[in-house]
């Protein structure tokens, strides 16, 4: 099975959900508050797309606090999760891009 798309910045950098694997394009954390079971996590689907507006916006205990949605937003801006996790990022391998 091939990578699965990390849920802040989309790059296909994670083994699983919910392993508290830390994506090395934006530094989101995958916590595993989000998981139901192994095909459902809570309003995001397993390829990734969140279809519970309310998840976006649920804090993350991993991220320290962040909600999804703030992560999202300074990934566009800036490209971290947080401007303090800038210098822990790399730019996304090709193969890990949509």
């Not at 099975?1 to 090395?24: F, N, Q, S, V, W």
């Not at 390829?47 to 999804?68: I, K, Q, R, Y």
């Not at 800036?78 to 193969?95: Q, T």
């Amino acid at each position: 099975m091939g990578k699965l798309p990390c849920l802040c910045c989309g790059c296909l950098t994670l083994d699983e959900r919910g392993a508290y694997d830390i994506c090395p394009v934006c530094f989101w954390e995958d916590d595993a508050y989000l998981i139901i079971n192994d095909n459902e996590i809570k309003g995001v689907r397993v390829d990734g797309e969140v279809c519970d507006e309310e998840l976006l916006d649920e804090p993350s205990g991993a991220n320290h606090g962040l909600t999804l949605r703030q992560g999202r937003e300074n990934y566009r801006k800036f490209g971290a999760c947080e401007k303090e996790m800038l210098r822990y990022v790399r730019k996304p391998k090709k193969e890990e891009m949509k």
